[in-house]
């Protein structure tokens, strides 16, 4: 019952580095999603897949990019790391489009920027 | 976009008191949810209120939508250590792309 595995936990980055974040669901869910939480500003969207093959901006996705792989995998890629982008990151999946079906988040990966 | 505002923002009481936390907004919810998110981990679902008026429980925990659906409420009864945590609401009036509060962190002391 893994449900959503995101890789890695923790990561360090200096500014300008690259780095993707890695996201697979086990529940044969079609639509994923890629949050960030930052104190006291709650979860923003940051980018969404509806389907596979599909992927859309969400309210925060400048300075990202994403990979819908296949329908279990969802990354999302940091071309050029920058200190406003520590946060955490939560990937979640639900069983079809639109928040009434629910959210399954994973743990999440903390990033910090130096 | 749908702005919600959660209230308190940070609650600590001792175990066995009871609590409410609220989660407003200015326009109509199409359907919300509670998710609690534990230090270090994701929220987790709780509940989704579709109805206005509508109420849920599960197990010690009393959910409440308003008749407007501009409102909602989640009551805790007789607090435990176990309840601690981040609780946030979530709107999902705008097609799939969720609408997160800042959420309540509540600390239950025993």
């Known amino acids: 019952n893994a449900g959503v595995t995101q890789t890695p936990k923790f990561q360090v980055l200096k500014t300008g580095q690259s780095m993707t974040l890695q996201c697979a669901q086990d529940m044969n869910h079609n639509s994923m999603y890629w949050y960030r939480q930052d104190p006291g500003m709650g979860l923003r969207l940051i980018y969404y897949s509806a389907s596979e093959g599909t992927t859309d901006k969400g309210e925060v996705p400048n300075g990202y990019n994403v990979s819908r792989l296949n329908k279990r995998e969802f990354s999302l890629r940091l071309e050029s790391a920058a200190p406003s982008q520590t946060s955490v990151y939560f990937c979640?999946?639900?069983?079809?489009?639109?928040?009434?079906?629910?959210?399954?988040f994973g743990s999440g990966t903390r990033l910090t920027v130096v | 976009t749908q702005l919600l505002e959660q209230s308190p923002q940070f609650l600590s009481i001792q175990e066995g008191e009871n609590l409410t936390v609220y989660c407003n907004s200015s326009s109509v919810f199409s359907s919300l949810q509670w998710y609690r998110q534990e230090p270090g981990e994701g929220p987790v679902l709780l509940v989704t209120v579709v109805t206005g008026g509508e109420v849920k429980k599960l197990k010690r925990l009393t959910f409440q939508f308003g008749d407007a659906r501009k409102d909602s409420s989640l009551h805790i009864t007789a607090a435990q250590p176990g309840d601690t945590g981040l609780y946030l609401c979530?709107?999902?009036?705008?097609?799939?792309?969720?609408?997160f509060g800042d959420g309540t962190t509540l600390t239950v002391k025993p």
């Open positions: 979530a709107d999902n009036t705008n097609a799939g792309k969720s609408t």
């Open positions: 979640a999946s639900s069983e079809a489009f639109g928040g009434n079906y629910g959210y399954t």
